[in-house]
């Protein structure tokens, strides 16, 4: 398949060709160096590529790779092995673990780890450490979940996103500001749908980063960013890494365990309160879904 193509051009063809190039360059000449190298996401990120960096460090340099294997999505935390992690310039395949997470809310942690436990991969599975709350505000947190039938997605995803807008986070008389307000699922042409479908019924507009054409959706990923202040909307995909204090996350029939925590982790806890609602139809979710109340303080 196409993508079978493109990934094996990435992981290897790319990788394998660039490591001739630089092996061939006699005293590194014309080789830019750097004394620092961080990567992030690093359960994304290809072994290949981080020893093809190891190249462009200077000696004596540090280089650090921050990674979480249950948001691997790609699949690529498998090579990370103990063993070739030894071999990539880890001592002793050394890692320092955080085992508490600083961008959660605490009342959502439980839910959190719940759902990794019963649906991730114990390999995959990285728990944050319920904390201490008696040290701790306890920020309200707002959270429902609605199973449904995927062939009500565009009408309820609308529905829920116009009820989103009308939440209250400090009981103060003011509604939620559309600039913190994010809508994500895993499909394109759905969340196309439901943006066209809340410009036509609702006059709402949003920046998005859904598109008819590849070229069109790459230039609106370029384009997008937390700070517009508009209603936003995108994929899980696109949206690992950042984070919101008002999400609607809609789940299809098919989508994977993996790509779900991703989506249920994108909450952040923030002091005038959090919201998360989960549009779910994969049948699989609808038991732990019935865990949730529709309001939770």
Same mark, same amino acid.
């Given at each position: ?43 994304? *990120? ?92 306890? *920020? ?158």
């Amino acid at each position: 398949s196409s993508f079978e193509n493109l990934d094996k051009l990435l992981n290897d063809t790319l990788s394998d060709n660039l490591e001739k190039i630089l092996d061939s360059v006699r005293g590194n000449i014309g080789i830019i160096k750097y004394d620092a190298i961080l990567v992030d996401e690093g359960q994304d *990120f290809n072994l290949k590529w981080w020893n093809l960096l190891r190249k462009v460090l200077e000696p004596g340099g540090e280089m650090i790779l921050a990674y979480d294997t249950s948001q691997d999505i790609y699949d690529k935390s498998k090579k990370w092995t103990d063993q070739s992690m030894i071999g990539a310039g880890f001592p002793g395949g050394a890692v320092t673990e955080l085992k508490i997470s600083y961008r959660l809310p605490v009342k959502y942690l439980p839910l959190v780890r719940d759902f990794a436990l019963n649906f991730q991969k114990q390999s995959l599975q990285n728990l944050p450490e319920l904390p201490d709350t008696k040290e701790l505000n306890l *920020f309200d947190c707002n959270f429902s979940w609605l199973n449904i039938s995927e062939l009500n997605a565009v009408d309820i995803c609308t529905s829920e996103i116009v009820k989103m807008m009308q939440k209250d986070p400090s009981d103060s008389g003011k509604v939620l500001n559309v600039i913190d307000i994010i809508f994500l699922c895993s499909s394109n042409d759905l969340g196309l749908k439901i943006t066209e479908s809340l410009k036509i019924r609702n006059k709402y507009h949003f920046a998005h980063t859904f598109a008819k054409s590849k070229i069109e959706s790459k230039r609106r990923k370029h384009a997008f960013f937390l700070g517009n202040p508009m209603l936003k909307a995108t994929t899980i995909q696109s949206f690992k890494g950042y984070e919101a204090k008002a999400i609607v996350l809609y789940i299809n029939k098919m989508q994977d365990e993996e790509l779900t925590y991703v989506g249920l982790t994108r909450l952040k806890e923030n002091s005038e309160g959090n919201f998360i609602t989960v549009i779910n139809a994969n049948p699989k979710f609808d038991n732990f879904g019935n865990k949730w109340n529709r309001s939770f303080k």
